[in-house]
């Protein structure tokens, strides 16, 4: 059996970080995926330098039966990649076994949602007794009923709210604007925030911003994002969670609820349909769910 010698790997991997800058994450990551890769080659008598297409192609099929996931074999292909062409370079090899080997296919990641049911324990979870409850209530229903960017939600000002009408003039990506609609709910909510909370929070500082910290500036994002955190405890919701997770619902629960993928692409201000057309397959999951749940032959 061949001996494991890594000095190779070491050396691509050093050259790689004096071509690229390469970080430390990601030369651990090359070095234990070409590793792996090496001794899998020893166990069937196979030397690293000198492995052919086919072994690699044997390789990439052991990934799949052993249940790799694409985004990793997908590293590992771009790591030999590097390596063999290393190898070429230094005249170490005559042929590149990678080079007629496709890349898998990378599906879309699904985005994280929530149901209708964790979405209602959320808005109920901030603490009404309090300006700062008053004000995220607010928020978070602005933000579900209106899809923003949690960017767009701290950033909105005053004069881009028109409540009588019941549309917020939202500047989105590329300074692009929109009429995003609100919803009774969110009016309602925002109507009363504007009457108590908001001049409380600000305590008498000017500010056109409608979301203000406890210091009477315009909230970050990271900040809200915290709040939504700790609302997300406290209603008792255990997933993961993004900074988009409200506005993958709004989007979801649109499409589940009937709504058109046109007019969910104006309200999300998604300049390409195709980047609305994911929200497509998560509603469908949910459907096929709901089907293989509750239909006598699901």
Not at 158 to 172: F, H, I, S, Y
């Given at each position: 059996?061949?001996?494991?010698?890594?000095?190779?790997?070491?050396?691509?991997?050093?050259?790689?970080?004096?071509?690229?800058?390469?970080?430390?994450?990601?030369?651990?990551?090359?070095?234990?995926?070409?590793?792996?890769?090496?001794?899998?080659?020893?166990?069937?008598?196979?030397?690293?330098?000198?492995?052919?297409?086919?072994?690699?192609?044997?390789?990439?099929?052991?990934?799949?039966?052993?249940?790799?996931?694409?985004?990793?074999?997908?590293?590992?292909?771009?790591?030999?990649?590097?390596?063999?062409?290393?190898?070429?370079?230094?005249?170490?090899?005559?042929?590149?076994?990678?080079l007629?080997?496709?890349?898998?296919?990378?599906?879309?990641?699904?985005?994280?949602?929530?149901?209708?049911?964790?979405?209602?324990?959320?808005?109920?979870?901030?603490?009404?007794?309090?300006?700062?409850?008053?004000?995220?209530?607010?928020?978070?229903e602005?933000?579900?009923?209106?899809?923003?960017?949690?960017?767009?939600?701290?950033?909105?000002?005053?004069?881009?709210?028109?409540?009588?009408?019941?549309?917020?003039?939202?500047?989105?990506?590329?300074?692009?604007?929109?009429?995003?609609?609100?919803?009774?709910?969110?009016?309602?909510w925002?109507e009363?925030?504007?009457?108590?909370?908001?001049?409380?929070?600000?305590?008498?500082?000017?500010?056109?911003?409608?979301?203000?910290?406890?210091?009477?500036?315009?909230?970050?994002?990271?900040?809200?994002?915290?709040?939504?955190?700790?609302?997300?405890?406290?209603?008792?919701?255990?997933?993961?969670?993004?900074?988009?997770?409200?506005?993958?619902?709004?989007?979801?629960?649109?499409?589940?609820?009937?709504?058109?993928?046109?007019?969910?692409?104006?309200?999300?201000?998604?300049?390409?349909l195709?980047?609305?057309?994911?929200?497509?397959?998560?509603?469908k999951?949910?459907?096929?769910?709901?089907?293989?749940?509750h239909?006598?032959?699901?």
């Amino acid at each position: 059996m061949p001996a494991l010698d890594h000095s190779l790997i070491d050396q691509f991997l050093d050259a790689l970080w004096l071509e690229k800058g390469l970080s430390d994450n990601s030369r651990s990551a090359y070095r234990s995926d070409l590793a792996l890769y090496n001794g899998w080659l020893a166990e069937r008598n196979i030397e690293l330098a000198t492995a052919g297409r086919e072994a690699l192609l044997d390789h990439l099929a052991w990934r799949v039966d052993n249940a790799y996931k694409p985004r990793s074999t997908a590293r590992f292909l771009s790591g030999a990649r590097g390596f063999y062409r290393y190898l070429l370079r230094e005249e170490l090899i005559e042929a590149d076994p990678t080079l007629l080997v496709d890349m898998p296919r990378l599906g879309k990641p699904l985005p994280k949602s929530l149901s209708e049911q964790d979405v209602e324990a959320l808005l109920l979870a901030p603490d009404l007794g309090t300006a700062l409850g008053e004000r995220d209530r607010a928020m978070l229903e602005v933000l579900y009923a209106c899809g923003l960017r949690v960017s767009e939600l701290v950033g909105l000002r005053l004069d881009e709210m028109n409540l009588r009408q019941g549309v917020l003039r939202v500047t989105g990506k590329g300074n692009k604007e929109r009429l995003v609609p609100m919803g009774e709910e969110a009016i309602a909510w925002l109507e009363r925030y504007l009457r108590g909370a908001r001049a409380e929070l600000l305590n008498e500082r000017p500010s056109d911003v409608v979301f203000p910290s406890l210091r009477g500036e315009q909230m970050t994002r990271q900040t809200f994002w915290h709040r939504i955190k700790h609302h997300a405890q406290v209603a008792g919701i255990d997933k993961s969670l993004s900074p988009h997770t409200l506005r993958h619902a709004f989007a979801t629960h649109l499409l589940n609820h009937g709504a058109d993928l046109r007019s969910v692409q104006m309200l999300l201000g998604h300049a390409d349909l195709s980047t609305t057309q994911i929200y497509t397959h998560v509603a469908k999951a949910r459907l096929q769910a709901l089907h293989a749940a509750h239909h006598p032959r699901g």
